[in-house]
C-alpha cells in the first residue's frame, strides 16, 4: 500500500491516481455526510455546548425582531457538521486544518448534505497532506457553507 500512496502522490499532477479502490486525484469525491434534519432539540443543546444562547438560533419571534425570517441554526453547528464529514473518512488525528466561510443561513428543519472533492496533493512541512474543497448544502441545494481542508496522508 506504501509503494501506492507513493506512487499517487508521484503522479497526482498527471491526473488520476488511485490508493487501493480510492482516487486521490483531484476532482475526485469522497463519501457525503448528510447529516439528521435539524431540531430545535439539536439547536437546544448545541447553544448549552456551545455557549452560545444567542436567543436568534431558538425563538423565532427574537429572530423576526432582528430582522431574520425565523430562527437560524448556529453557523458552527454547520462547520460541525463539515468536521463530521471529514472524521468519517479520515482519523481525526490527520485533519491539519479546517476552515469555512458562511454563505446562507440554515434554519431548523433543514437536512444538510457535506460534500468534498479532492482539490490537490501536496507536501507540507515534509508531510504528503490532500486538500479538499468542501461545501455544506440544504435539502433544497442552497450552499450554506463552502471550506477547505487540508489531510495528512500516511
Known sequence: MADA????FDHAADGASEVGHEAIAPGA???PFVAP???RLQLALFAAAGADPNSIHL?????QANGLPRAIVHGMLTMAFLGRLLTRQYPLASVRSLEGRFVAMAFPGDTITCTGTVHGCSTKGGERVVE?????RNQDGVTLLTGKACVAWP
Not at 500512496?5 to 499517487?8: C, F, G, K, L, R
Not at 425563538?59 to 429572530?63: G, H, I, K, T, Y
Open 5 to 8: 500512496v507513493d506512487a499517487a
Open 29 to 31: 469525491a469522497i463519501p
Open 37 to 39: 434534519r435539524v431540531t
Open 59 to 63: 425563538d423565532d419571534a427574537v429572530a
Open 132 to 136: 479538499l474543497d468542501l461545501a455544506a
